[in-house]
């Protein structure tokens, strides 16, 4: 009998908010989806936080073009790393656990240029993971599948099948594509990720909103963030 394995797969975002860890908290192997068509103003490279004059998009400058892959996508602008830390540092400088992070943080964007799209979202997202919110599973990536012939639910339930995955957990907007009898043809079951019903929590410049960056929470309630998402039980 195959051991239970859970999976789930997603594009990389920058600075995602928290129920894209509550995803990856959801499985027990995370695959990155970053060998598919790069979107224009989306996720992949911008996100939201919290300012005093409202909700403000910080957006990773990418150019314009669109025939090229996530994994292709190449950071030339030199500037976006300072812009964006003063905005996060002007923002959240008195959230109650700002110091706490503040060091990763600025490192990040002052120590260094970033030049890959995937790789700055990438591991952006594992050191959150794992050092801030304390979830334990294991990241891989699909480049290693070289199965871009496939039509997208093939595709995905090519990548599923030969990771081992008894469930794939999946989040709501594949449902538009996703084939699940042929999941399920497979002896694998497939989970939908539910994003409802989350908790408030105290944070600056009211009103509240749940569609922000996963710093907001970090910095709002610290150790206790997994207290205010969804898989952590």
Aim: charged residues 25%; contains cysteine.
């Amino acid at each position: 009998m195959n051991k239970l394995k859970r999976v789930t797969l997603l594009q990389s975002n920058y600075l995602p908010w928290k129920g894209y860890f509550d995803l990856i908290n959801s499985a027990d192997e995370f695959i990155f989806y970053d060998d598919v068509q790069y979107t224009k103003n989306d996720w992949r490279n911008r996100n939201q936080v919290k300012t005093e004059r409202g909700v403000e998009w910080i957006s990773i400058p990418c150019g314009s073009r669109l025939d090229r892959l996530i994994c292709e996508v190449e950071v030339n602008d030199k500037k976006w790393q300072n812009a964006h830390w003063s905005k996060i540092k002007q923002s959240y400088k008195k959230a109650p656990f700002f110091k706490k992070y503040s060091d990763f943080f600025e490192d990040f964007y002052l120590g260094g240029q970033r030049t890959s799209l995937s790789e700055l979202n990438q591991y952006l997202i594992k050191h959150i993971s794992s050092q801030f919110l304390g979830i334990q599973a294991n990241f891989t990536d699909s480049l290693r599948f070289d199965n871009r012939a496939l039509s997208s639910s093939d595709r995905v339930l090519d990548i599923v099948k030969r990771s081992g995955a008894t469930t794939y957990v999946s989040g709501p907007a594949a449902n538009d594509y996703l084939v699940v009898a042929d999941f399920e043809a497979e002896g694998i079951e497939v989970e939908w990720m539910d994003y409802s019903a989350y908790s408030e929590y105290e944070q600056l410049h009211p009103p509240f909103t749940h569609a922000v960056s996963i710093i907001d929470l970090l910095f709002s309630v610290g150790d206790q963030a997994p207290r205010y998402m969804k898989t952590f039980g």
